[in-house]
C-alpha cells in the first residue's frame, strides 16, 4: 500500500493522507507503514503553539534556554569534553533502558517510556525495510545518546541533551523552532557568526559544520571516535534527526556537499518513522526483545574481541556496531 502525505509548511502544520499526489512537496511513504493523524497526547504531530497545551509552557520554557545557550563557545567546550569517552561502560540493551529513566521535555509528542520509542521507530522501519539491518540498528540507537540528561554522563540540562539541533557559527535561520529566542544568544549579534556562512564555506559539509550540543552529536561523536563502520547514512541520521530546520525546512543547504545530498534521503525516510512511531500504537518489549538481543549476542559471544576493545574503549556501544558491520 503507498499512502501520499502532503508535507506540512510549518512546523506543526498538520499531515494530510492523500489518495494523489498533488505535487512536487509531497512525501511518498511506500511499505504500508500508516502515518497516524494524531501523538500520544491526540494532538497533530510537532505543535509548538498550542496556547492550551499543559505541556506547551514547558516546551516554551526549554526553547528559550536552548536558544540562549547553545553558542560557538559552549559547542566546542562540550564537544572536547565528550569526544573522551571516558564516561560508562554498557551494553546497546543496558542503555535502552537506562534511556527509560530520561524524560525528554522538548517533545510535544511523546509521553512514554523511551525505550518503547526506540523499538517503535526500529520495528516500523524492520516492517518496511526488512532487509536493510544497519538502519534497523540506527533505529535502535538514535536517541541512547539522551544519557547525557543522567548523573553518570555528567547530569547535563535538557536543553543541552534534546531539542531540535542547529548550526553554530553562522546565522541562525527563521525556520528554528521559537527563533525570537535567539536574540539572547552571544552569537546573535557577533558578526564573524550571523552572516549566512559565518564561519564556514560554500558546501564545505556538514561534518565540518558545529551542531548545538546534544543527544545527536554526543552518539555520532561516539560512533567516529571507535571507528564505526556503520554506513555514512546511518551517521548522517544519527547526527542530523534533529536538525529540522535542514530536513523540514530545506535551510542550511548551501552547506550541504554532495555526500550530504545523498544521506539526506535516507534522513527523510528514517525521519518519518522516528516522528510518526510516535503515537498511542504500544509496543509489547519483552516481544521484541529476542530480535534485538540476537543481534547484540552475536557479538557479544566473542570475550576476546569485547575485553581487548573495552580495555581501550571505555564506552563499548560502538564495538557491537563495528563488529556487525565489518
Ligand atoms: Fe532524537
Ligand atoms: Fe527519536
Redesign the pocket.
Known sequence: MTILIQQPDHLGAEVDAKTEPLNERELVLDGGFLIPQTNSFGQIFRTYNDAESARHEGVENFYRKNHTYQSLDFVKKMRQEYAKLNKVEMSIWECCELLNEVV?ESDPDLDEPQIEHLLQTAEAIRKDYPDEDWLHLTGLI??L??VLNLPTFGGLPQWAV?GDTFPVGCRFDESIVHHKYFKENPDYNNSSYNTKHGIYSEKCGLDNVMMSW???DYMYLVAKENNTTLPSAALFIIRY??FYALHREGAYKHLMNDEDVENLKWLHIFNKY?LYSKSKTRIDVEKVKPYYLSLIEKVTTLETFVSSFVAVEKFFILFILRKIFF
Open positions: 525528554d538514535h536517541d545518546g539522551k534534546v546534544g543527544h545527536d534527526h534533529s522516528d
